[in-house]
């Protein structure tokens, strides 16, 4: 659920033209995680992706059962002022189970530091 609702709140949070070119946020909405990762996967091949766009393919690749995919957008999207937050806390559950210690130390800089205003837009969705 939790992975849902962040989707949902990143499609709200982007930048006005993040999806102008691929129409994530559409197909994204009409749960077509597939072409999610095509067209993420073709557009990362020539420029890196947008946090936001690498986590909605995060979520993409999580719902096709490709954990190690969703992994590294996750990292690609914790450098992102927009979304690194959200990308730190999803990695560290990722990454819990295996790696306590690397989860506890992704999670750390979010908890001691104040909510960007787009986290907290995000939250009173």
Avoid at 52 to 57: D, E, F, R, S
Avoid at 79 to 108: H, M, N, Y
């Amino acid at each position: 659920m939790f992975r849902t609702l962040t989707a949902a709140a990143l499609l709200m949070l982007a930048p006005a033209g993040a999806w102008a070119d691929g129409g994530l946020a559409a197909l994204a909405r009409q749960n077509r995680w597939s072409e999610i990762l095509e067209i993420a996967q073709r557009r990362e091949a020539q420029l890196p992706l947008s946090g936001v766009q690498a986590l909605v393919a995060a979520e993409a690749a999580a719902r096709l059962g490709e954990p190690a995919l969703r992994q590294e957008l996750l990292k690609a999207a914790i450098s992102d002022p927009v979304t690194g937050q959200v990308a730190r806390v999803e990695l560290a559950l990722l990454l819990a189970p295996t790696q306590p210690k690397r989860a506890v130390d992704l999670v750390l800089p979010v908890l001691h530091r104040p909510a960007s205003r787009e986290l907290g837009r995000g939250a009173a969705l």
